[in-house]
């Protein structure tokens, strides 16, 4: 079957409801109009294809050979994953604005069915730099002794032990359905594939209807061949579809399968609520359950299928036109990292067992005492998160402890923090947790911990219905004497104990009443929209973040009108915002040189004569999944500086952070955390050139010439995880 687009039905349709302002909501400013800009395409980089290429990067890291074999086969399948979301969620998201009629641009210029096409351009050679990659690793792999088997290489006692498996394990669970008038075709649920095959009598010779099988999502995609059947030193794997194939036979006593293929189903997993029902836990239930029946709008082929089957299931799942892609290789490689056994060390990497800050054991433990002292710092996963567990365990045990309030985003499930919670509510103390319900693909295990919480007298709040709670903050208040000192932590990462082992996050503690009163004020406003009236040193979303950080840059370009230097430093996940790019843009033609850190997204233009030729922009993608956010700026000096104003968030620069979410952004001042955020978060990752790529004018990344110097951000910190002030 050639790689050419099926025939579909084009029956895409997604009713979208406009979000109607809470009127405690502040008049925010008017929203960027690209139309407005007559040059958009040429001063943006647009949204999707810049995520496609960030994935592009994840993909050139399983084929980097400096990483161990297992690791690039787990960015194999990593990058499988962030597929399945991206056309899930965004590619669902355009289709939705196609058959509605709307064709409004992004900042770019592109309309959404342009956007459309230009995906579906920028894929295919994605796709197929994948099915490579995958074929060199299966080959590697297998001279290493991890072995992906074909039928053929079965011999009779690997046949025996696999019947006597098939029978058991498999048999039981699948259900064939006849692709006929009378059995129309089955639901196949979200990233889930099905084996379409034609059946041929082995006495006649006669091919009857086709059939098509769902591969159970409960069992594995790669199955593991028992050590008494394989070499010495090696481990096998056949895939279910090929082990059905080998068995139809039982299925279909007396018939083979002669030609068989799989298709993979993305649905679009959106989802839509009533924004005003009563009970929003209820809602969300009720809209998970319909996202498991999502429209399908993208269907993955499998070469092998003859084209008027594709075509046939094609059409019956009502794929939009466009949306069918042929593969010649294995589809769903999200499941490689099953083979990603955990007894080859030699394969993986060096094991790693992140510091605890030895200042909280000069203080046998107490965090308090310890963060009294001064505030701390501790930079995940290089240091453990086991101290953010602590801290609330802590505050959980304490019985001078009053409250807790405390942001869930995402969390891990059996969350120690939540247990913690669990356990300070049950002991009398007043909790409050703010859980967010709309955390993608997280919705239903934040759910049944809200109940769980409920449960344990812990007083749970959803927040505001329209926006959001990102921000990444606990308040701790303790009565010590005759006094209450509070405690907070804030945090540029989650509150999840198993994703900090390999997100790369700050966790900033303090008992500074300026931050500790802003904290308490933010948690009142998301409790009971209580907008603060003035807060000390704290910015937020959907109020302030944007016009402080507008201020700043202001500063930095008046500072070079002034005849001083001006100067920015910026990490974080992504660049969209397009005012705020806007005002980089209008700092850059000032004069103030401008260094951007984003490991994902970026729409912005670097390096464009007469626009942006003082801004420069890279990408780390290595080990570590690069996710802190931090915004410096010059304050009238070169960087690094002393001088420096220091920001650590919880924020991207995108409008939804900006309007449309509770997040916070918090001033670094104490002399020792501003110097290890600036001089060796910062500068160490604008040093790395091992894991680094550059943004060019041209909209092209390009890997860093590490030829001479090389040197790793991540290697570096996982020798320094403490971020001691050292000059690199």
């Given at each position: 079957?050639?790689?050419?687009?099926?025939?579909?039905?084009?029956?895409?349709?997604?009713?979208?409801?406009?979000?109607?302002?809470?009127?405690?909501?502040?008049?925010?400013?008017?929203?960027?109009?690209p139309a407005e800009n007559t040059q958009s395409s040429e001063r943006f980089i647009n949204r999707e294809l810049s995520w496609l290429e960030f994935n592009q990067r994840v993909v050139?890291?399983?084929?980097?050979?400096?990483?161990?074999?297992?690791?690039r086969l787990r960015f194999l399948s990593i990058s499988a994953s962030n597929l399945d979301e991206f056309y899930s969620v965004r590619v669902a998201g355009l289709a939705g604005q196609v058959r509605e009629g709307f064709a409004t641009p992004s900042s770019d210029g592109l309309t959404p069915s342009q956007q459309l096409e230009a995906i579906r351009k920028r894929v295919k050679p994605l796709f197929?730099?994948?099915?490579?990659?995958?074929?060199?690793?299966?080959?590697?792999?297998?001279?290493?002794?991890?072995?992906?088997?074909?039928?053929?290489?079965?011999?009779?006692?690997?046949?025996?032990w696999l019947k006597e498996l098939f029978i058991e394990r498999i048999f039981p669970v699948i259900t064939p359905i006849a692709l006929d008038p009378a059995h129309p075709i089955p639901f196949i649920p979200n990233l889930n594939s099905a084996l379409a095959l034609k059946?041929?009598?082995?006495?006649?010779?006669?091919?009857?209807?086709?059939?098509?099988?769902?591969?159970?999502?409960?069992?594995?995609?790669?199955?593991?061949?028992?050590?008494?059947?394989?070499?010495?030193?090696?481990?096998?794997?056949?895939?279910?579809?090929?082990?059905?194939?080998?068995?139809?036979?039982?299925?279909?006593?007396?018939?083979?399968?002669?030609?068989?293929?799989?298709?993979?189903?993305?649905?679009?997993t959106d989802v839509e609520f009533e924004e005003e029902a009563e009970d929003l836990v209820r809602s969300y239930e009720t809209a998970l359950k319909r996202r498991r029946s999502g429209v399908v709008i993208h269907l993955d082929v499998d070469s092998r299928l003859p084209e008027k089957m594709a075509e046939y299931i094609a059409h019956a799942l009502e794929v939009p036109p466009g949306e069918v892609m042929v593969h010649k290789g294995i589809l769903g490689l999200v499941d490689l990292k099953q083979l990603i056994v955990d007894n080859r060390l030699d394969l993986l990497f060096a094991s790693y067992t992140p510091s605890f800050p030895s200042r909280i054991r000069q203080f046998g433990g107490d965090i308090f005492a310890a963060v009294r002292s001064s505030d701390l710092l501790v930079y995940h996963p290089f240091e453990s998160f086991d101290v953010v567990v602590q801290f609330l365990r802590q505050a959980a045990q304490d019985s001078q402890v009053l409250a807790i309030k405390q942001t869930l985003y995402r969390t891990s499930p059996n969350s120690p923090i939540v247990r913690a919670l669990i356990e300070a509510a049950e002991s009398g103390k007043s909790v409050t947790a703010i859980v967010e319900l709309r955390a993608r693909f997280d919705e239903e295990a934040n759910i049944r911990l809200s109940r769980e919480l409920e449960a344990a007298g812990v007083q749970v709040v959803f927040g505001f219905a329209d926006w959001k709670t990102h921000a990444k903050l606990s308040l701790v208040v303790r009565r010590e004497g005759k006094f209450i000192r509070s405690y907070s932590h804030f945090g540029t990462g989650n509150y999840h104990p198993i994703t900090a082992k390999i997100y790369t996050d700050l966790s900033y503690f303090t008992c500074n009443p300026k931050l500790t009163q802003d904290a308490a004020r933010l948690f009142n406003y998301m409790t009971g929209y209580a907008k603060p009236a003035q807060m000390q040193a704290i910015a937020f979303s959907p109020l302030t973040i944007r016009k402080t950080l507008m201020q700043l840059i202001d500063d930095e370009i008046n500072f070079v009108k002034a005849g001083k230097t001006g100067s920015i430093w910026i990490k974080m996940n992504a660049l969209v915002d397009p005012r705020l790019i806007e005002k980089?843009?209008?700092?850059?033609?000032?004069?103030?040189?401008?260094?951007?850190i984003v490991?994902?997204?970026?729409?912005?233009?670097?390096?464009?004569?007469?626009?942006?030729?003082?801004?420069?922009?890279?990408?780390?993608?290595?080990?570590?999944?690069?996710?802190?956010?931090?915004?410096?700026?010059?304050?009238?000096?070169?960087?690094?500086?002393?001088?420096?104003?220091?920001?650590?968030?919880?924020?991207?620069?995108?409008?939804?952070?900006?309007?449309?979410?509770?997040?916070?952004?918090?001033?670094?001042?104490?002399?020792?955390?501003?110097?290890?955020?600036?001089?060796?978060?910062?500068?160490?990752?604008l040093k790395d050139n091992l894991q680094s790529w550059h943004l060019n004018s041209d909209k092209k990344w390009q890997r860093a010439d590490a030829t001479h110097s090389p040197f790793s951000a991540h290697e570096y910190f996982m020798s320094n995880p403490s971020l001691a002030p050292k000059r690199f």
């Open positions: 079957m050639t790689n050419k687009q099926v025939k579909t039905k084009d029956s895409f349709s997604k009713e979208k409801k406009p979000n109607e302002a809470h009127p405690l909501k502040q008049t925010l400013e008017t929203d960027y109009n050139e890291e399983a084929d980097n050979p400096r990483n161990p074999l297992l690791e197929a730099d994948q099915q490579r990659i995958y074929h060199e690793l299966k080959k590697l792999l297998s001279a290493a002794g991890i072995v992906v088997c074909n039928r053929d290489d079965l011999n009779a006692k690997d046949l025996e059946l041929v009598n082995e006495k006649t010779g006669k091919i009857e209807r086709p059939i098509l099988i769902l591969l159970p999502a409960q069992l594995a995609r790669f199955l593991a061949l028992p050590s008494t059947l394989c070499h010495p030193n090696q481990q096998r794997f056949i895939l279910l579809e090929e082990l059905i194939i080998q068995f139809i036979s039982y299925i279909f006593p007396g018939y083979k399968a002669s030609e068989y293929g799989l298709v993979r189903v993305i649905r679009d980089l843009y209008e700092a850059s033609c000032a004069g103030v040189q401008i260094n951007v490991r994902g997204i970026c729409c912005l233009r670097p390096g464009v004569k007469g626009l942006s030729e003082n801004i420069t922009v890279k990408s780390i993608v290595g080990r570590f999944l690069e996710h802190a956010r931090v915004f410096v700026f010059g304050n009238g000096h070169p960087l690094p500086s002393k001088q420096a104003k220091v920001f650590m968030s919880s924020a991207d620069w995108m409008e939804r952070n900006m309007d449309r979410r509770i997040e916070a952004m918090i001033p670094i001042i104490p002399e020792d955390i501003h110097e290890k955020i600036l001089d060796q978060l910062m500068v160490g990752n």
